[in-house]
């Protein structure tokens, strides 16, 4: 089945020590976004792939950067997590144009 | 005002009856409506995307779509306690890399 595919489930780094998380597709699609969700909220928008073009969000941290070496693949880079970074991180895709969006299980992320 | 705002829950139904979720929006230009339902702890899931005014009908669920009244709706019929989740409306941009902007969510508890 085509997939979203998250990498670690859970990952638990010390204070302002960089964490990487990686998100897959079998998808084939143009656009992976990543978002933050903390408990009882909305997901929040980081950034977005289309293709290989990056888009950041105004108000996402400098310390939250992304890379997308292909099209399969998306890492999110937290350079110095701090305790507000503990979150989950949630990778989706999507075709181009108004199209669902779909997600992976996620990455749950703690600091400690 | 928000830009995507859906009615404060918690909402809780009894087994077997119709749970109503409504969303409005702030964008007249919106042209792609999605709802998805996420359980505690677990990623989004898809359940319906509508782009035309009127209703869209999959199963036990039922989306409503008035761009005059930039409101779009998800019935559930026959409420299982299964459905208890929150349930996200996200509204797209016409753009190519087709981002969503996000209620914050609904909680429904439905009672066996």
């Known amino acids: 089945d085509a997939m979203v595919i998250q990498n670690p489930r859970y990952q638990v780094t010390q204070f302002g020590k960089p964490v990487t998380l990686s998100c897959s597709q079998t998808?084939?699609?143009?656009?992976m976004y990543w978002y933050q969700q903390k408990s009882s909220q909305a997901p929040k928008l980081l950034f977005h792939?289309?293709?290989?073009?990056?888009?950041n969000e105004a108000d996402t941290p400098d310390n939250f950067q992304s890379r997308r070496p292909n099209t399969s693949f998306c890492f999110l880079d937290i350079r110095s997590p701090g305790l507000g970074d503990a979150a989950m991180y949630l990778c989706a895709t999507s075709g181009q144009g108004s199209q669902p969006q779909h997600f992976g299980d996620g990455t749950r992320l703690s600091i400690l | 005002q928000k830009e995507v705002e859906q009615n404060s829950g918690p909402l809780s139904v009894p087994e077997g009856a119709i749970a109503s979720l409504n969303c409005t929006y702030s964008d007249r230009g919106s042209q792609s409506f999605f709802w998805y339902r996420q359980y505690s702890g677990k990623s989004p899931e898809l359940i319906m995307f509508i782009y035309s005014n009127g209703d869209k009908e999959d199963g036990r669920f039922t989306a409503q779509l008035n761009k005059a009244s930039q409101y779009v709706s998800l019935l559930i019929r026959d409420s299982q306690p299964s459905d208890s989740a929150t349930y996200l409306c996200?509204?797209?941009?016409?753009?190519?890399?087709?981002?969503?902007?996000f209620g914050d969510g609904t909680t429904l508890t439905v009672k066996p």
């Open positions: 998808l084939n699609h143009n656009v």
């Open positions: 792939y289309y293709d290989k073009d990056f888009n």
């Open positions: 996200a509204v797209g941009d016409n753009t190519n890399a087709g981002k969503s902007t």
